[in-house]
């Protein structure tokens, strides 16, 4: 079962995978969840341990890794920043060789996105981007699977992002690019993605078949959509703005007005943790169309397959 890769891979962007690998990392997800409780399962990560580096708040990141390592049959460390000495001003580079000679992987998250480079540049084990200020990539792999559980491969379809350009917004253009789908990304004036990540994306999109458009109108992006996405105004270490984010984002709130106007068998999706009232209106995270738990638990899944194939585990479908 256990082939180690020719050499360290890590996941801090979707430039870090190919679509091949996405779609094989898809397939082992799939199996996983669907085998979870199968006791005889393969602890295919056994004796393995994770180190997750927390310089920001988190729920759902902290415990799927946490719970996915420890189903796989290894173990996850909390390191909060406050109480390692990386929080007392160690050097991000020593910290990231100390960690390598212990645990088998790292994961971050961190603020500045060049703080993940860092750690990945210099630690000799696979870095796992668990959110930075520019992207999110793990909570997209578990969104895209999620997408394609539901409705199919995602390839051709209409996304509209509706709100902020952020992490969650660039790692959504990133998918855009590499997987061929239409994403059009409704942003107030200010908040627009940045240039460069949508120029590189729509480079690479060229190749792919995928489409990515900036608009101001939340109808505009979301009009005939398959799949519509939000996330919070106010992204964790933007608290100082949040009374003018909240003017600036007034009209840009998914309701169930808006959900009309997408296809009829749309879905909606939200990373979390949301706003009730402010990004999205309660009608629609609970209604029908909503698939935010699903897009929760799939971050275990997808997560898990990922740490097998980041530590070198053949992630290979597995038969009964
Ligand atoms: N979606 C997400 O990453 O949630 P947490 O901040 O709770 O980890
Ligand atoms: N954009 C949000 C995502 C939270 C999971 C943030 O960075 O706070």
Redesign the pocket.
Same mark, same amino acid.
């Given at each position: 079962m256990t082939t180690f890769l020719a050499t360290k891979r890590d996941l801090l962007t979707f430039d870090d995978v190919t679509p091949e690998e996405i779609r094989r990392l898809f397939q082992r997800t799939a199996w996983l969840k669907q085998n979870r409780r199968i006791r005889s399962n393969q602890p295919t990560l056994a004796g393995r341990s994770l180190g997750m580096i927390f310089e920001k708040p988190s729920t759902r990141t902290r415990v799927s890794f946490e719970t996915g390592m420890f189903e796989l049959g290894g173990q996850a460390l909390f390191l909060s920043s406050q109480e390692i000495q990386l929080g007392r001003g160690e050097e991000l580079s020593d910290s990231a060789r100390v960690l390598s000679r212990y645990v088998d992987a790292i994961m971050v998250r961190t603020f500045a996105h060049k703080k993940v480079e860092v750690l990945a540049e210099y630690a000799t084990v696979p870095v796992i981007n668990g959110?930075s200020d520019d992207f999110?990539p793990c909570?997209v792999l578990a969104d895209l699977f999620t997408y394609e559980e539901h409705r199919g491969a995602i390839t051709g379809k209409s996304v509209a992002w509706i709100g902020d350009g @952020? @992490? !969650?917004a660039n790692s959504w253009i990133q998918a855009s690019a590499k997987l061929g789908f239409r994403l059009v990304l409704a942003c107030p004036e200010g908040y627009e993605p940045e240039s460069t990540c949508l120029a590189r994306a729509r480079q690479q999109a060229q190749q792919t078949g995928g489409v990515i458009e900036v608009v101001r109108s939340p109808r505009d992006a979301v009009f005939q959509a398959d799949l519509v996405c939000t996330?919070?105004w106010t992204? !964790?270490g933007q608290e100082a703005e949040q009374r003018k984010r909240q003017q600036a984002f007034a009209d840009y709130c998914v309701d169930q007005a808006l959900m009309a106007t997408a296809s009829s068998d749309a879905l909606f999706m939200h990373?979390?943790?949301a706003h009730r009232g402010e990004e999205v209106t309660a009608e629609v995270m609970d209604g029908p169309q909503s698939v935010i738990w699903d897009e929760a638990e799939n971050r275990l899944h997808v997560q898990k397959a990922l740490l097998e194939w980041l530590m070198g585990v053949d992630i290979g479908v597995v038969k009964d």
């Open positions: 959110l999110h909570q @952020n @992490n !969650m996330d919070t992204s !964790m990373c979390l943790p």
